[in-house]
């Protein structure tokens, strides 16, 4: 029980990636990039989980509006914000050695680009908040 309590929240950050994906219609990438490297910027932030969400609200309000639109996500994500950097990357590394399907998929979404370049600017400024 608590490895799938772990695999879903770790699914989250993909979750949030997918609805990134949808609700800012961002325009197809050239390049692949990898699961860990799509949320990396956010994996490895020391910010906590309100300078992120104010920083989504900033830098991304569709896709902070659908987060706080879905409260379950929202809650993760904000336990996921709880752990260290490390914590969060060992979890989603697991997650990814666990699910080589979602891994897969993730890394070969033509919106792959838009979405890391969404997380990156968030991770950017999440300090100033």
């Known amino acids: 029980m608590m490895s799938f ?16 994906a949808v609700a ?3 325009a197809p990438a050239t390049a692949s990039a990898s699961p ?11 910010c906590s989980f309100a300078q992120v969400d104010a920083a989504l609200h900033a830098k991304a309000p ?11 996500t929202k809650a993760e994500l904000k336990a996921k914000f709880d752990q ?5 990357k060992a979890e989603v590394d697991q997650y990814l050695a666990d699910n080589p399907d979602a891994a897969n998929q993730a890394a070969s979404d033509p919106r792959a680009g838009g ?15």
């Open 5 to 20: 309590v772990r695999n879903r929240r770790a699914g989250v950050f993909f979750g949030a990636g997918a609805v990134a």
């Open 24 to 26: 800012l219609a961002l």
């Open 36 to 46: 860990a490297d799509l949320v990396a910027p956010l994996l490895n932030s020391t």
């Open 62 to 72: 569709a896709l902070a509006s659908m987060l706080d639109q879905n409260p379950d």
């Open 84 to 88: 260290s950097p490390e914590q969060r």
């Open 115 to 129: 979405i890391a370049a969404t997380i990156q600017q968030v991770a950017d400024v999440c300090n100033n908040y």
